[in-house]
């Protein structure tokens, strides 16, 4: 791995516009699983009866509230703590290597991490708002709540500021997203699988010189990739930052 992590390096230091795109494997080393995993959908069916994609629907969240928030309660991890991908990444930012991050993780380990230009194409379950008058409130409000967290303005239900299944990514987040990846020329994938779509289809936008993907296991762009690390990518970034 070495001489892979040494060629990044060189790559990210020759660079005058770089882009990182991240998915759940990003946080899974910080103890965040993925649900999506064959544990976490087996997890789901044995537990609640329904798969994670059901149970994080719109249509889930507007026939069934206390289910969905109980699944959704339960699958939060409050005490995750960035790991070194998120440091190096926040590092390189701060160094003035990094143009912007685009996840699509809602855990705001990120920001933990002291990144400041991330684009969160799935939302994030650290702001919630009222489906009828907007009004803002913190996860520790929802948390509170044993079953239905409800508005103190009007009494409606609060909900995660996240995208659910069957609703559409925002579109300022899409574009800006968009324009970052079109500017870049050196694109970092790190984490995913490159299957969870619309997300995946907006690497289709780049058109710079590098292409990296770092995954432990394949994807489908391994073979447009000037570089492909089937490692951890919490190892290979730390790696990475004690060479910048």
């Known amino acids: 791995m070495n001489a892979k992590v040494q060629q990044l390096t060189e790559l990210i230091n020759q660079s005058r516009n770089t882009v990182f795109f991240g998915g759940a494997g990003v946080s899974t080393e910080s103890g ?48 995750a703590k960035p790991n070194p991908a998120h440091f190096a990444l926040a590092k390189l930012e701060s160094q003035g290597k990094l143009a912007a991050i685009i996840t699509q993780n809602i ?56 995208v659910l299944y069957e609703e559409s990514l925002n579109n300022a987040t899409i574009t800006a997203a968009i324009k970052a990846i079109e500017r870049a020329e050196l694109l ?37 990739a000037q570089l492909v690390i089937n490692e951890a990518i919490g190892e290979v970034m730390g790696a990475v930052m004690h060479k910048n």
Do not use: M, W
């Open 32 to 79: 965040i699983p993925d649900f999506r995993s064959e544990s976490g959908l087996y997890a789901a069916q044995e537990v609640y009866g329904y798969p994670p994609e059901t149970l994080l629907s719109r249509t889930f969240f507007l026939r069934q509230p206390e289910l969905f928030f109980r699944y959704y309660r339960e699958n939060l991890i409050t005490d």
């Open 188 to 224: 970092i994938i790190g984490g995913t699988s490159l299957a969870v779509y619309p997300a995946a289809s907006l690497i289709d936008y780049f058109t710079g010189d590098n292409l990296v993907l770092i995954n432990k296991g394949s994807t489908s762009r391994d073979e447009q």
């Open 107 to 162: 855990d705001g380990l990120h920001q933990a991490a002291g990144s400041k230009n991330v684009l969160e194409l799935h939302g994030t379950n650290h702001r919630h708002y009222c489906v009828s008058c907007r009004a803002a409130y913190t996860l520790d409000y929802v948390l509170r709540h044993e079953l239905i967290p409800v508005c103190e303005k009007c009494g409606g239900v609060v909900r995660p500021d996240v």
